[in-house]
């Protein structure tokens, strides 16, 4: 069986939606979405981040995310780790300092079950994730739709311009961003009718 990509959130609305269903379930939950949402970590990065990475963050006023990147299809990794600069709007601020108020500096953000000495794992943001996609009626939400969704709101805050977004995400190619938007050829034909009018 072949795994399919995770889906962005294009619509607005939508995120908002799900912004406010996982608030009425988990603080936690509802947090390490915005985040995801807001900055486009990689959810393998998100999960293991602590609220000293986070108070660090907020005094610069940008998250520097240090990533890993592939270095090919076998999801070999390179040694070296490429940073990425995000700023932090004020919302996302607002939220950040009343989830870390009382928290240990080496806590970690998004702790599981287990206690905050473990943190959650993607596996377990993905089933969170899809169920709140589910409610809503899109499909396959998994944690990777976060930094997919990021992804989509530059694309479309940028009028269409995927070289922004591609420096953004630090991709190789515009052709990896292409496949990462998960752009189809109706998409490209709605884009070029609304530069024509």
Known sequence: MVKRPANPIKQPSKVLDIQDYLKEQNERDYVLFVLGVATGYRAGDLVTLQVRDIKAALKAGYFRIMENKKLNSKNIRKSNRVPREVVIVSKLEKVLKNY???KKDYEYMFPSRKGD????GVARVSTILKEAGETFGL?????????????YCIFVESNFNIVVVKEMLGHSSIEETKRYLGLTRS???????SLNQ
């Open 187 to 193: 998409d490209y034909d709605e884009y070029s009718k």
């Open 117 to 120: 000495y473990d943190h959650i």
């Open 100 to 102: 870390i108020t009382g």
């Open 139 to 151: 499909d396959n939400i998994t944690a990777h739709s976060m930094r997919k969704t990021y992804a």
